[in-house]
């Protein structure tokens, strides 16, 4: 009998959970602003460039027809959270077992944007002669 109690407490308290998160704080983390700032000098060659940034999005050219690199990139981070609950009601006589059951689940998610522009323009040489960098998020 004491067996039968302990079964029917269990399951009289029975509430799962469970959270699922899809936000993954390294993505796209390769360009920073601090990378930037740490990494681009005036003088560097566009080879060195490549190597700390990778590949540019956009090359082009400015009005004397020196190239220009732009560096555009957004990213969407999204948190999801999914909960789920139920619970198991056992009751009745001593060869009987009746029950009742309640569940539900709820989701939520919130995203948000990063966006970093960097632009930077080589002189004659191919040497970096400027560079200059916008971040925005939202």
Not at 9 to 24: D, E, F, I
Not at 102 to 109: A, F, I, W, Y
Request: charged content about 15%.
């Amino acid at each position: 009998m004491s067996r039968l109690l302990a079964i029917v407490a269990l399951l009289t308290a029975v509430t799962a959970c469970s959270t699922g998160q899809t936000y993954n704080p390294n993505a796209d983390e390769q360009i920073t602003v601090g990378k930037v700032q740490k990494e681009i000098r005036i003088g560097m060659a566009g080879g060195q460039v490549a190597e700390v940034l990778g590949s540019p999005n956009i090359v082009s050219t400015d009005e004397n027809r020196n190239e220009v690199w732009i560096y555009d990139k957004i990213s969407t981070q999204y948190v999801r959270a999914d909960v789920s609950a139920g619970i198991l009601a056992i009751g009745g006589g001593s060869d009987v077992i009746g029950g009742t059951g309640v569940s539900g689940s709820q989701s939520s998610g919130a995203s948000s944007q990063r966006t970093l522009t960097v632009v930077i323009k080589f002189d004659d040489a191919g040497l970096v002669r400027d560079f200059a960098y916008h971040t925005s998020r939202f």
